[in-house]
């Protein structure tokens, strides 16, 4: 018989299916995934009009083009995203919380008062947004995928904050304009490269289901990625946005810690602050990722977070970044980029390794200079990383599966069972050592001014953020790529580079694995069940370095798609 745990989950999964519009129902079953891998495109185009998919498929600077002039109503806009974010769920289970109705009032006033004052609210006037199920909304439960926080506050039955508190980033969405209509699906911790919890199960790849879509941001890179979201934000401590960014063929940015307000989202270990959790938008154009951020940063979050630096957006860095590109390719000078093959712990698969090579060869042909990346050992940062995700020993966790009695996931990446937490002593120690690897890491940095040419140290750094192009269920076992660059808290911006490839990605018959995670890693791939997955990169730059990765991103994505032959002028509006 099912526990009362797994009762509470599956009415809480069948009550978000619930409120889906019986129009916008699709019959089952979907065929599994041996017939069908890929539901972008073609497949979910059918269920849709002519009319949502040319408004869905526009990008997100395209759709506030037309919003903010009146030529698209934000009802319309709304409508078309909130349909096609039913669909998405029903495809690869990426949402939480479901509140198309609220969406559409909200796009009504909108409208009415872009017809009374004509002119739009803000830069984000009628734009449908998504969320990771940590931000609270008005009037929406917040389950951060526990079921022990099913109708609570964050677990709590008596706190009065249900329904009724909202995040700082949520209030700021809404004073620029933004149209908030769900929020995706997590796992429970937030602590896993995949995502999965016992209330929406697991949440898979829309390009390739044989995969994950990644995690803890997972429902955000599927709903967009299936366009059911002109945009969204996550959240990042060990790579939770980049990681379901790059499997979805997504950009995404991980800012420095205190950029964009974290005030008022639930977290895990919350207070923890050796190593801090950021948010990041998402969306499919690195001009989509810019104007996100470029608008919360209108809003002045400092004055409202105290922890939010003030940091407004720099015009003068993005124009310098612009005048660099510029130089560089008219010969009147260059820009220089660092490039990690590999960290010397675990070794990329080779569809990894192959984009490593073409964004490679591409900015050498640019006229770029490109030297191999060999810093101070990311084995040191990922340890660092670990250690400080089980500073509380797991109790955290513990407390939360806890409420309902629950099973804890296994792909969940700290203690378990809870072990004892570090005493003041050692949280100091952890955080000694922390600050001694960045000044390696600085140093190291600032030292590539002698071997650039440019008379300054490295633009920036091309790495891989996993291992892998996505990754089947169960074989996560390397966080390193993307923990490394939390340990820093440098900035760092994903790039989508290619798809898996078969017939070109092939397996090494004659590699040898250095240790056991590498032979872990090495193992799990399978040419065959990757096929067709996204592939995608990071640029990291040094902290605070937002707006200059975001440029450099987008100037890199442009050029490979023009050497594609996939490039669209709208995508390069920077």
């Not at 399978?526 to 640029?539: F, K, N, S, T």
């Amino acid at each position: 018989m099912a526990t009362s745990w797994e009762i509470a989950a599956k009415t809480k999964r069948e009550a978000v299916l619930d409120l889906i519009p019986k129009e916008w129902r699709i019959q089952p079953p979907l065929p599994p995934a041996g017939e069908l891998r890929d539901v972008t495109g073609s497949y979910i185009q059918q269920f849709l009009s002519p009319r949502e998919i040319e408004i869905t498929e526009t990008d997100t600077i395209g759709i506030v083009q037309r919003t903010t002039t009146g030529e698209w109503t934000a009802v319309e806009v709304t409508k078309a995203f909130c349909h096609r974010a039913a669909i998405a769920h029903q495809l690869v289970n990426c949402l939480h919380e479901i509140f198309f109705e609220a969406a559409l009032a909200d796009a009504k006033r909108l409208d009415a008062y872009f017809v009374e004052h004509k002119r739009p609210t803000g830069p984000l006037h009628g734009l449908p947004i998504s969320l990771k199920d940590q931000f609270h909304v008005k009037g929406v439960e917040t389950t951060m995928g526990y079921v022990g926080w099913i109708g609570t506050f964050e677990g709590d039955k008596t706190d009065p904050r249900r329904f009724e508190l909202e995040s700082e980033l949520v209030r700021e969405l809404r004073a620029l304009g933004a149209v908030l209509h769900c929020k995706t699906s997590v796992p429970a911790t937030l602590m896993s490269g995949e995502t999965i919890n016992n209330i929406i199960e697991y949440t898979w790849n829309p390009k390739n289901r044989h995969l994950s879509c990644g995690g803890s941001s997972g429902g955000e890179g599927a709903l967009i990625a299936l366009r059911g979201s002109a945009g969204g934000f996550g959240t990042d401590i060990g790579g939770s946005v980049r990681i379901p960014a790059a499997f979805n063929g997504l950009y995404g940015i991980r800012p420095s810690a205190g950029r964009i307000p974290y005030l008022g989202a639930a977290n895990s270990m919350d207070g923890q602050i050796s190593l801090r959790s950021v948010i990041g938008p998402l969306a499919s154009s690195a001009s989509g990722v810019k104007l996100l951020l470029k608008s919360v940063l209108s809003q002045h979050p400092w004055l409202y977070d105290p922890l939010c630096v003030e940091i407004p957006w720099r015009s003068e860095i993005e124009e310098h970044t612009l005048d660099l590109i510029q130089k560089s390719s008219s010969s009147q000078g260059q820009l220089a980029f660092g490039i990690m093959y590999d960290d010397g712990f675990v070794k990329p698969h080779p569809p990894i390794t192959r984009a490593l090579q073409v964004v490679a060869t591409l900015l050498q042909k640019l006229g770029h200079k490109v030297i191999e990346w060999k810093p101070p050992s990311h084995a040191t940062a990922a340890e660092l990383a670990s250690t400080i995700y089980g500073l509380d020993g797991g109790a955290d966790a513990s407390k939360q599966f806890g409420l309902s009695g629950e099973t804890m996931m296994p792909q969940v990446i700290i203690p378990n069972p809870p072990v004892p937490p570090k005493n003041a002593m050692e949280i100091a120690a952890i955080n000694i050592a922390k600050r001694e690897y960045l000044k390696l890491y600085m140093d190291y940095w600032n030292d590539t001014a002698a071997s650039t040419g440019t008379g300054r140290p490295i633009d920036g750094v091309i790495a891989p953020v996993a291992p892998h192009a996505a990754v089947q269920p169960m074989k996560y076992f390397y966080v390193g790529y993307s923990a490394f660059v939390n340990t820093l808290d440098y900035s760092s911006v994903t790039i989508p580079v290619t798809e898996a490839d078969k017939a070109v990605d092939v397996v090494d018959g004659n590699y040898t694995p250095i240790n056991d995670t590498d032979r872990a890693v090495y193992e799990s791939y399978d040419p065959e069940i990757y096929h067709g997955a996204p592939v995608g990169l990071q640029l990291m730059g040094r902290r605070f370095q937002e707006e200059k990765m975001l440029t450099l991103a987008g100037y890199i994505g442009d050029e490979l798609r023009r050497a594609s032959g996939s490039w669209s002028p709208i995508s390069s509006q920077l």
